[in-house]
């Protein structure tokens, strides 16, 4: 029984090692590729003398388009629903509306 506590207390004092195997990823940034892109030459030289992050601002910048675009599918998508539901809002008023208290 002694062996087996020394064993993990020791394991509590000496931690694993954290190396980039074993070191989990970010949720926001599951794995990453690289790629090549083409930029304009003066907007690229500017972000470089101003020591941007290349990489990080294109991440953001796609993933915000994504975003949108990804958005206005599904608007396009249940477009039928959403105007059959405002119709019958406009038509009937909101479910349950009657018993609202304020």
């Not at 003066?42 to 470089?48: H, I, W």
């Amino acid at each position: 029984m002694q062996v087996k506590l020394y064993t993990i207390l020791q394991a509590h004092r000496n931690p694993m090692p954290t190396s980039r195997t074993t070191r989990r990823p970010h949720p926001d940034q599951p794995g990453k590729r690289s790629i090549k892109i083409s930029l304009s030459t003066g907007v690229l030289e500017a972000a470089r003398l101003l020591d941007i992050n290349i990489s990080q601002v294109c991440d953001k910048q796609l993933r915000k388009v994504v975003r949108l675009e990804q958005e206005r599918q599904w608007r396009e998508e249940h477009a039928d629903f959403i105007a059959a539901f405002n119709a019958t809002v406009g038509a009937d008023g909101l479910p349950l509306d009657e018993w609202k208290s304020f």
